[in-house]
């Protein structure tokens, strides 16, 4: 079974595919290609963005694009594996006390934000104050932000209180009131004192997408909404273009602090150790602009690729045959000089109900069997073989492939397919076909309609589908709600759906993520089902507090019972990624948490476009 992406890498390495990949000569001045040539990456989104304010956006889209524009203290390093920690504008690594309650770090001097008009003309350098106004952002009630949740429970004392204020009294926030929780101790050292041990703090302080630096300046000049269209930070690209769910320009920041290449990938790791003897020392980022069109079908975005309109895809499910047949790069590709990164990503794909919602919500004995019921009629199975085209393994729990906790090995009731249970659990709750149309009432006599949210394309459609099939195979009608991702991301911030399927990629190492989606002061927020138990929050804060270990890690198992007992969400798959790069793009490898890849690569015109 595929577990890490270092198997499929290693077994990559065993065909030549790293040599192939890692050996085209550099210039003399460190360009590959001609000299000054423009380089540009193209690549498409699968679906839309909402906008580029760090503290209001939820979407994996919008966080690929915010982490080129904003920077955290810490990163991901980019060819390490597994995965570590990294300073980035810190000067170091943190400082830790007090059992992991107080995180002190000292921010690098001479790093500046993009040149704007909001700074008057003038260089506006990072400070700590920066970090503390953004960490601010995410409490301001005016910015009903969705990671709110995540940002308070790990407890920086008193920001809290500001929040509370702001919504008591109706005023503004007030940014100037300092805190003890978040503060700059002088004008580069920034300091955290929380209310608990948080041991993977700093999986937070290195969310570029999320808690990059933001300049007060910026957001009082353009205004809290207005920053979403104008982003302002200090990282390696810059906005350039944009038109809505269309097409988004970032152009190379021009006055980006000299950062040179370098990681620390594992010392047997052939492709990370030829990619770093390649680059080392060249001066990031490499490529000028970075084009992203937004192509929601599949047939488009594989069709452009071969045409050599894109430098790199995530090969849609349906071609992988095509691209990738039995796991390895089809031989008409390789001719082409085309490259493959293939991995078990570190997500999950879920279904979940809205627990607000009259027909599927709720916990009591009917309501759990009727969404029990459901989940045992999914076949994933089937999904992973027609939908998927095998590129998925079935998820046993909310647990990511490669995060801490996740066991191959592990089987859960998440994962039965039994439509003869389901049937049962029905009947027995009295969901039962009453007036003999071959459909099932609710136990009141009232029509059972499952509403499912959907988007507009062929890949949703397949999904609509299946789901069709398996909930008529236990009498039960299904209504599609289609409208644009982005649109329907509202709708469940809001609570306006019954059911909606979506993925959920990791955004660190640690599973506490995760279990934020059905954390309860987290509905409207990350927890999009609204799903509310007292034992589950107080699982969930006790796992923050622990470090890594047997105690943290029945907590877990208690967590995913509960989930599994009451199905507020039913985990369908892990996917199987593929991305195929044109022989130009050099030294992309998908990053497993972080978002960031841009800085890191080249465009080596010399190699390409690929013959045919």
């Known amino acids: 079974m595929l577990q890490r992406r270092e198997v499929l890498v290693a077994s990559l390495l065993a065909g030549g595919l790293a040599a192939a990949r890692a050996a085209a000569p550099q210039a003399e001045d460190g360009r590959s290609g001609s000299r000054g040539a423009t380089k540009v990456l193209r690549y498409p989104f699968v679906a839309a963005e909402t906008g580029f304010d760090p503290a209001r956006i939820n979407d994996l889209y919008s966080r690929v694009v915010t982490a080129h524009l904003f920077e955290a203290p810490y990163r991901y390093d980019y060819l390490a594996r597994p995965t570590k920690v990294v300073p980035n504008t810190a000067a170091d690594m943190p400082e830790i006390g007090d059992d992991f309650r107080t995180w002190t770090f000292r921010i690098r001097p001479g790093i500046y934000f993009v040149d704007d008009p909001a700074f008057g003309g003038r260089p506006r350098e990072l400070v700590a104050a920066d970090y503390v106004y953004a960490w601010k952002r995410f409490f301001d009630p005016v910015n009903t932000s969705p990671a709110y949740s995540a940002y308070k429970e790990e407890g920086a004392l008193g920001v809290d209180a500001l929040r509370d204020a702001a919504l008591q009294t109706k005023r503004p926030f007030d940014y100037d009131r300092e805190v003890e929780g978040v503060r700059a101790l002088d004008r580069y050292t920034l300091q955290f004192r929380l209310a608990k041990s948080r041991p993977r703090f700093l999986y937070i302080i290195c969310d570029n997408s999320l808690y990059g630096a933001v300049a007060r300046e910026v957001v009082q000049h353009y205004g809290d909404a207005a920053i979403a269209e104008h982003p302002v930070g200090t990282g390696p690209f810059r906005l350039g273009a944009w038109r809505r769910s269309s097409h988004i320009t970032l152009e190379r920041n021009p006055g980006y602090r000299d950062l040179r290449y370098d990681a620390e990938p594992a010392a047997d790791d052939a492709e990370g150790q030829a990619w770093l003897q390649r680059y080392r020392g060249r001066r990031l980022p490499m490529i000028d602009r970075v084009e992203i069109a937004i192509v929601e079908e599949g047939q488009p975005r594989w069709l452009s690729f071969l045409n050599d309109e894109f430098d790199l895809v995530e090969v849609p499910q349906q071609f992988i045959d095509q691209a990738a047949p039995g796991g390895k790069l089809a031989p008409y590709l390789a001719k082409r000089g085309v490259t493959m990164d293939r991995y078990a990503s570190p997500d999950r794909t879920l279904y979940y109900f809205n627990m607000d919602d009259p027909t599927v919500g709720g916990m009591t004995a009917e309501k759990v069997a009727l969404r029990r019921a459901i989940s045992l009629a999914t076949d994933v199975r089937r999904e992973i073989d027609q939908v998927r085209h095998g590129q998925a393994i079935a998820a046993q729990s909310i647990v990511a492939p ?211």
């Open 402 to 612: 490669g995060g801490w906790g996740y066991d191959p090995n592990y089987r859960s009731e998440n994962s039965v397919y039994d439509v003869a249970r389901a049937k049962a659990l029905l009947d027995i709750y009295g969901y039962v076909d009453r007036d003999g149309d071959g459909w099932r009432e609710l136990p009141d006599g009232r029509p059972l309609v499952i509403e499912y949210a959907s988007t507009p394309d062929a890949r949703s459609r397949e999904f609509d589908e299946l789901w069709k099939k398996n909930l008529d195979a236990i009498g039960v009608r299904l209504r599609i709600r289609t409208a644009q991702w982005p649109e329907q991301l509202k709708a469940a911030r809001a609570g306006q759906l019954m059911v909606w399927q979506l993925g959920y990629t990791a955004a660190s190492p640690d599973v506490q993520d995760g279990l934020q989606l059905l954390y309860g002061p987290a509905s409207g927020g990350q927890n999009l089902p609204r799903f509310r138990d007292a034992r589950y929050d107080e699982i969930y804060r006790r796992m923050q507090a622990l470090p890594d270990g047997p105690e943290r890690l029945a907590l877990l198992h208690e967590a995913l019972a509960i989930i599994t007992a009451y199905a507020p969400q039913k985990y369908n798959v892990h996917r199987i990624v593929t991305y195929l790069m044109q022989p130009r793009l050099q030294g992309f490898r998908a990053p497993l948490y972080g978002n960031q890849f841009w800085q890191y690569v080249d465009i080596d015109e010399a190699a390409g476009p690929a013959p045919r």
